[in-house]
């Protein structure tokens, strides 16, 4: 069964930096997709966070992590990273990658995705 996987969460200082990244199992090869992260946190909705498309590999993102996350793919490695640096409290959360075909004007919404990982918590402490 293909399935996502995530790792690098963890518990880190405001001003800190993690790498996330999504491999794919069962067999999936992550560049014929569109890979997007999403967030959710206590007490707030799902969010796009990131994403980077199969075709020419464009990157989006959401307009609060931009100039501090950086998505990037290494198709040698089937893995699809998101570098994150300068976390704040408010970037806590469970972090999710995602593939799909969205068309790229809709990266951010969720049920244009078809494949998603189990999440890996982010924690930001001030």
């Known amino acids: 069964q293909v399935q996502l996987v995530e790792s690098g969460g963890g518990l880190v200082q405001a001003g800190g930096s993690l790498r996330l990244s999504c491999t794919a199992s069962g067999g999936a090869t992550l560049e014929y997709y569109t890979i997007g992260w999403f967030r959710q946190a206590p007490g707030r909705g799902f969010e796009g966070v990131s994403s980077i498309t199969q075709s020419d590999g464009t990157k989006y993102y959401t307009d609060s992590v931009k100039g501090r996350f950086t998505i990037s793919r290494d198709n040698t490695e089937n893995t699809v990273y998101l570098q994150m640096h300068s976390l704040k409290p408010d970037d806590t959360g469970v972090y999710y990658c995602?593939?799909?075909?969205?068309?790229?004007?809709?990266?951010?919404?969720?049920?244009?995705?078809?494949?998603w990982g189990q999440g890996t918590q982010v924690t930001v402490s001030s």
């Open positions: 995602a593939a799909g075909e969205p068309p790229s004007d809709t990266w951010y919404r969720p049920e244009l995705y078809n494949l």
